[in-house]
């Protein structure tokens, strides 16, 4: 009678369980924080005082997608029998949202209670270890590990996420030897050597690589076909593109919008530009990428003007203005910008709450400074939370450009104190150009003999 009891007593509870968990997949479909907060609190007063392990995990993977730390490590403190899912879910959000430090730190911590990693697990965390801090040991480690759990080198999933890790780290001596030791080389594998060859600046090793996959019986895909064309712009080697093109055309990867930016990308680069309008004329869906795409091969082609215009255009088709949107309009633009227009654009930027990205803002302080709008330019480049090399080259560039020499001493001493960022020969050449036009040639010098 009391075994009857407790189970029509459990039956409702699991029932309620299953259903929140339902509510909360749907939170995490439609990226909902109120809904998931909401199925989380009736969770909280039904099923107290602990909740399903099974739910919990739910509201880890939640909170971890929606890129809400505090609330994903607090939901996972507060399962009692955490599992390698809940981890996993943990792991892998803070990894995607940059947060490498908290996803190798959970990693460590499901070692110490005994759960182990699985093929899911490990590539999160080989995505963590590409991010981490200079000189971390964390990828030689995990890949120590994966080979103790026998996921390497005949996973091909783990297998591709420590490769694309150690390609990131600049280690490209053991991500060969790992690539080489890999018995099943799918075209994900390929894919890694292909795009990871065109970021570093190795366009040839794209293209050879893209033959050994064909070599191998593999066919490419998107990714593959797009690296291709990458390569061939960093090579400037229209005749290779082309013929490729041919291929791409014939396979039906022509019709895919990324393949079609890439397309106009190389045109671009190779100074074919009115080839390049035809692709993207021809496109049947275009996103925010094929709009920049088209702005830059304008503006490498120095039609600064035709590039202003497909900014327009894209703002007419009803495309929200992005970073990589704003930024490319004003780096490419800032020559043909008056200053008015260039603070029309700087209040785009703040309603689309991207002034802060360190790429509109080193591009605001560039036109702003070739615009002779440098007290507009000094107060975006001080109220920048960081700042890289292009922002600090602006900065002085800017005062360069009206013969301040004093102003771009002072923030010349202030980067090389910050010793966060070192100068380059375009920083020298500004400072110099700065000195000469302000008479302080012989200070300009000296900073430079540094």
Known sequence: MHRAAAATVAAPQATDAQLLAGAVEAAIATRSARL????????LRLLSPALPPFLCA????????????GAAAASLAADPSPTVVSYTAFISGAAQHARPLQALSAFAAMLRLGLRPNDFTFPSAFKAAASAPPRSAAGTQLHALALRFGYLPDDAFVSCAALDMYFKTGCLALARRLFDEMPNRNVVAWNAVMTNAVLDGRP??????????????????????????????????????EQFYG????????????????????????????????????????????????????????????????????????EEPTDFMVSSVLTTCAGLLGLDLGRALHAVAVRSCIDSN???????????GKCGGIEDAEQVFFEMPQRNLVTWNAMIGGYAHIGDAHNALSVFDKMIMGQETAPNYITLVNVLTACSRGGLTKEGNGRASL
């Open 204 to 241: 040839l090793e794209t293209v050879e690589a893209y033959f050994g996959l064909r070599g191998a019986g593999g066919m490419p895909n998107v990714v593959s076909v797009c690296a291709f064309f990458n390569a061939c712009a960093g090579m400037t080697n229209l005749s290779l593109g």
């Open 36 to 43: 998931g907060r909401a199925a989380h609190a009736r969770a």
């Open 247 to 318: 291929f791409v055309a014939k396979c039906g990867f022509g019709k895919d919008v990324s393949v079609s930016n890439s397309v106009v990308d190389f045109y671009g680069k190779c100074r074919c530009v009115g080839k390049a309008r035809a692709v993207f004329d021809g496109m049947g869906v275009r996103n925010n990428v094929s709009w920049c795409s088209m702005v830059v091969a304008y503006a490498q082609n120095g039609a600064e003007e035709e590039a202003f215009f497909v900014y327009l255009g894209a703002r007419r088709a009803g």
């Open 58 to 69: 739910h509201l880890v993977n939640l909170y971890s997608k929606l890129d809400l730390p």
């Open 358 to 368: 360190i790429f509109v803002a080193s591009a605001l302080v560039d036109m702003y």
